[in-house]
């Protein structure tokens, strides 16, 4: 008679189905982690995803953060160059992933910020291209002001001839300033109307009449109000040389 050693078949069953016991495990916790990670990649390329521009400075983020670009401040919807700074914007940063460098907020609630994509500033090119003017921040960075003027040199976009000159393109020839939170319309006998620029694409304007200026509330130069006369310095004081003046007498 043989003897069979069952007791030895059943610790080897027992081992191997121990074995693959953990080996199960393993990849099913393995299978748990990597869905965990795509999971995690994905909510984060969803988060910091494009998916609207507001104007040429402003985007929405796909978590529906708000970001200011900081270090620029673009012309408004409606003003010289103010669409065409959103269009550009949109070309690059619209459904692209981007980085945000910043942690300040805003006024109305934006977070301010360098925005990145790959490697490429867009601060830095709205400024190059004449799309914006530039704004001193926290952390100032040289190679925005360069840009900045050297966009100013060229005379591209907000500092071309379309938005910003001392001569009238039309029959239009009343100047109306904005300096200092100051609205002067300006008078051609007025001794600063030659060296005054009008930069459309930041709230100046041209008027065809003195109603017209009024209208859009902006005052007379020489006229000066009392905030006016509490901070008159520069070329505000020089404005008052032109009281009694261009009326056509």
């Known amino acids: 008679m043989k003897f069979i050693p069952t007791l030895g078949i059943l610790k080897s069953n027992d081992c191997e189905e121990n074995f693959f016991s953990t080996l199960n495990r393993f990849f099913i916790l393995l299978g748990i982690s990597l869905l965990l990670n795509e999971f995690f990649i994905w909510d984060a390329v969803k988060r910091n995803t494009v998916v609207s521009v507001s104007d040429g400075d402003t985007i929405v ?58 490697k490429t500033l867009v601060n830095k090119v709205m400024l190059s291209e004449g799309l914006a003017k530039y704004e001193t921040f926290p952390g100032d960075r040289e190679e925005m002001k360069a840009a900045y003027d050297g966009a100013k040199s060229s005379k591209v976009g907000i500092f071309s001839p379309l938005c910003s000159s001392k001569i009238s393109q039309t029959d239009c020839t009343i100047k109306g300033n904005i300096r200092n939170n100051q609205k002067i319309y300006i008078l051609p006998l007025c001794n600063s109307y030659t060296n005054t620029i009008i930069d459309t694409s930041y709230g100046d304007e041209w008027f065809c009449t003195e109603e017209e200026a009024q209208t859009a509330g902006f005052r007379k130069s020489g006229v000066p109000n009392v905030s006016f006369k509490k901070a008159c310095h520069d070329d505000l004081c020089k404005w008052s040389s032109c009281k009694g003046r261009g009326d056509g007498l």
């Open 61 to 118: 983020l796909g978590d529906q953060r708000r970001i200011r670009l900081e270090g620029i401040d673009a012309p408004e919807m409606g003003k010289c160059m103010g669409n065409e700074a959103r269009v550009r914007l949109e070309g690059l940063v619209l459904g692209k992933i981007v980085h945000v460098d910043g942690d300040q907020v805003d006024r109305y609630s934006r977070l301010l910020g360098m925005v990145w994509v790959g």
